[in-house]
Nanobody, 127 residues
Framework: QVQLVESGGGLVQPGGSLRLSCAASGSTLLSYYAVAWFRQAPGGGREGLSFISRGGGNTVYADSVKGRFIVSRDDAKNTVYLQINSLKPEDTAVYYC???????????????????WGQGTQVTVSS
């Protein structure tokens, strides 16, 4: 069973930055998994943000966050990161990471049914 734990959320002022982490617990080697980031705002649906393949050779961003979000992975630390810059109030949401042993074969990075999900970390952008 793969357990993912997100961290790094918090309250930040508009224009600020955060780095979210998605760590795999136990004996899971996250390096074997493709990982995607999603968020869900209050009263809203789930929104796909970013995807990173095994090995990190392929990264994908939703148009809504391109240029502000950066996904990366440090397999030595068993962790995938999402750097969020120039935060806006509309970025307020619970952020989730999701993982799958292989990930989508096509370009359905954000509609693919990932096998494992974390519990989420709250990001609140407010002055």
């Amino acid at each position: 069973q793969v357990q993912l734990v997100e961290s790094g959320g918090g309250l930040v002022q508009p224009g600020g930055s955060l780095r979210l982490s998605c760590a795999a617990s136990g004996s899971t080697l996250l390096s074997y998994y493709a990982v995607a980031w999603f968020r869900q705002a209050p009263g809203g649906g789930r929104e796909g943000l970013s995807f990173i393949s095994r090995g990190g050779g392929n990264t994908v961003y939703a148009d809504s966050v391109k240029g502000r979000f950066i996904v990366s992975r440090d397999d030595a630390k068993n962790t995938v990161y999402l750097q969020i810059n120039s935060l806006k109030p509309e970025d307020t949401a619970v952020y989730y990471c999701a993982a799958d042993r292989f990930g989508p074969l096509g370009n359905n990075w954000f509609t693919f049914e990932y096998d494992y999900w974390g519990q989420g970390t709250q990001v609140t952008v407010s002055s």
